[in-house]
T-cell receptor
Framework: GAVVSQHPSRVICKSGTSVKIECRSL??????MFWYRQFPKQSLMLMAT?????????EQGVEKDKFLINHASLTLSTLTVTSAHPEDSSFYIC?????????????FGAGSRLTVL | SQQGEEDPQALSIQEGENATMNCSYK?????LQWYRQNSGRGLVHLIL?????REKHSGRLRVTLDTSKKSSSLLITASRAADTASYFC???????????FGQGTRLTINP
């Protein structure tokens, strides 16, 4: 079945630094990838929709200059948290849809836990 | 914005019992899906039910959909300790790319 690889799974960084998280579809082409943020014991909050070759569409309230998303190929999307602060600490999850699949079923990465000191 | 509401928020049952989780939504939908999330991991797709379907089965899972009430239920029969996880419903509208996730039900199966 479809597999999405997300890494790093855990990252600890100092305040003010930038962190990049990668999301790769391993055995399918993903025209669309989604980035979510999840707080403990809460649901997923959609941050942005990433379409290959075009600018990401950000949800209301998500700073596009803070959370840079690049979807340079059909198998790779990256999320860069710029000038990270402790309040950016969270669990970030990506997902992708298979362009050859008729249904809108998402395959998720395993998530990345970011801790900003 | 999240449009799905799940009920209950948390459910704890004994192994072997059946677990039922409910999901309500507010707008018309194209499909409704259920996903499972183990603690600290990504979500895994369980089952999809289309808006013109009323019931669907997959192994120990049974999903119902009532579009008149804008609600769905997920039944897990003969629960196992390994079923312990959070379960989320997700809906999409015709032509829309993104899914809208519910708040989730945290299910605990006690051995």
């Amino acid at each position: 079945g479809a597999v999405v690889s997300q890494h790093p799974s855990r990252v600890i960084c100092k305040s003010g630094t930038s962190v990049k998280i990668e999301c790769r579809s391993l055995d399918f082409q993903a025209t669309t990838m989604f980035w979510y943020r999840q707080f403990p014991k809460q649901s997923l909050m959609l941050m942005a929709t990433s379409n290959e070759g075009s600018k990401a569409t950000y949800e209301q309230g998500v700073e596009k200059d803070k959370f840079l998303i690049n979807h340079a190929s059909l198998t790779l999307s990256t999320l860069t948290v710029t000038s990270a602060h402790p309040e950016d600490s969270s669990f970030y999850i990506c997902s992708a849809t298979d362009r050859n699949s008729g249904a809108n079923v998402l395959t998720f990465g395993a998530g990345s836990r970011l801790t900003v000191l | 914005s999240q449009q799905g509401e799940e009920d209950p928020q948390a459910l704890s049952i004994q192994e072997g019992e059946n677990a039922t989780m409910n999901c309500s939504y507010k707008t018309s939908i194209n499909n409704l899906q259920w996903y499972r999330q183990n603690s600290g991991r990504g979500l895994v797709h369980l089952i999809l039910i289309r808006s013109n379907e009323r019931e669907k089965h997959s192994g120990r899972l049974r999903v119902t959909l009532d579009t008149s009430k804008k609600s769905s239920s997920l039944l897990i029969t003969a629960s196992r300790a390994a079923d312990t996880a959070s379960y989320f419903c997700a809906t999409d509208r015709r032509g829309a790319q993104k899914l809208v996730f519910g708040q989730g039900t945290r299910l605990t199966i006690n051995p």
